[in-house]
Each structure stands twice: as C-alpha cells, then as structure tokens.
C-alpha cells in the first residue's frame, strides 16, 4: 500500500490529490445512488407483476362472482339457442 500511494503522489503531485480524492468519493456516491435506484424499480416492478393469489381477499372474491355470473350468462345462451349449435 504504502509503494502504490507514493507512485500516486509522484504522478499527481500533492496538490492534485484532494481533488482525485473528491472525484473518487463523488464517483463511488453516484454509483450507490444508481445501484439503488436499480433496486428500487426491480421492487417496484416485482410488486406490480405479483399473481392473483397475492391481491387482497375482496378482489379475489369479486373475481370469482364476476366468472360465476359469466358462466351462468353463457348457459342460459346456450339453453335459450342464442348460440348456434357449431359453438355449442
């Protein structure tokens, strides 16, 4: 460590490392920053593509009424002849 830091020294000079130092921490904030950001789309999105099974108890239960209800339409077409026998 101690070779690698005088190599630096004499390659900058003293005067320009507080401001490589500053570059280096600027750059290692912005990265955080856009790894996080990352991270909390993938959330959000994994939170939008969730199943079925995970929406709360009252939409699954409006679902089912809404296919039963569909179901129930679709026998009395069928019963009354409002479709024809080839969709039978």
């Known amino acids: 460590m101690g070779f690698d830091s005088r190599v630096i020294f004499l390659l ?10 500053k570059a280096l921490g600027q750059s290692k904030k912005a990265f955080k920053e856009g790894l996080s950001e990352g991270e909390a789309e ?3 999105k994994r939170r ?5 099974i995970h929406q ?19 026998r009395l077409r069928v019963a009354e002849g409002d479709i024809p026998a080839e969709r039978k």
Do not use: I, V, Y
């Not at 900058?12 to 130092?21: I, R, W, Y």
């Open 12 to 21: 900058f000079g003293g005067s320009k490392l507080p401001q490589l130092a």
């Open 42 to 44: 993938e959330q959000e």
């Open 48 to 52: 939008s593509d969730r199943p079925a």
């Open 56 to 74: 709360p108890r009252s939409q699954r239960l409006m679902m089912k009424l809404c296919l039963k209800k569909r179901a129930r339409r679709a």
